[in-house]
């Protein structure tokens, strides 16, 4: 995978949202969870932590579940509705937050994320980075999110530049595929600790 260090990134910086610039583990969880329980599943946080799974259609695969079970449309509605119910729960990453304000000094700044774009932008002004000028790419601005480079390469697209000329950083390996695919350079977050 691409990598590289802060200092040798340019003029556009790409973030993603959960994990990356808000610690959002909690009501992601409660959302799926939550989601399941109405339509009549039940399964514990460590059963969902082991191996996680955020749309429904990972989760009737790991449930071995027809598509009759677990609707697209239903399972995301129930979880959304519990997502903007607890955004209480959302809390900022300090060290993120810090770079990102950093970055809008030099840099054009995007948000692209696995998450929907509504709720990308409601989760910004929670942890008050709606004040920052980002162009934000979620799930439902692609036709193939994460680990397809579409989200990313959309960012670039909308920024008016190359993706080679933009520093994406991630927390997860399917981000990280995607930025990498997209030609962007990358900073894996888990292993490279904030500057």
């Known amino acids: 995978m691409a990598t590289t260090t802060p200092e040798s ?18 009501v992601n969880n409660g959302a799926v ?21 955020f749309t429904a259609g990972q989760l009737r695969r790991r449930l071995a579940l027809p598509p009759a079970a677990l609707p697209e449309d239903t399972f995301v509605q129930a979880a959304r509705a519990y997502w903007f119910a607890n955004t209480d729960r959302i809390k900022p990453i300090t060290a993120a937050a810090t770079a990102a304000r950093t970055a809008a000094g030099h840099a054009a700044l ?15 002004a ?8 980002w162009t934000v790419v ?12 579409d989200a990313y390469l959309r960012a670039a697209l909308l920024l008016g530049t190359e993706p080679a ?16 695919r997209a030609g962007m350079h990358v900073i894996d977050i888990r292993h490279q600790p904030w500057q």
Do not use: M, Q
């Open 9 to 26: 990134h340019s003029a556009y910086d790409a973030f993603d949202f959960d994990g990356t610039l808000a610690d959002t583990a909690d």
């Open 33 to 53: 969870r939550a989601s399941l329980a109405a339509h009549g599943i039940t399964v514990t946080l460590a059963w969902l932590c082991a191996e996680p799974a």
């Open 110 to 124: 995007a948000v692209v994320s696995a998450n929907y774009n509504d709720i990308v932008r409601h989760g910004l």
């Open 126 to 133: 929670v942890i008050g980075l709606d004040d920052l000028p």
């Open 138 to 149: 979620g799930r439902d601005d692609v036709t193939r999110p994460k680990p397809s480079p």
């Open 165 to 180: 000329r933009c520093l994406a950083h991630e927390d997860t390996d399917e981000g990280i595929t995607a930025a990498t």
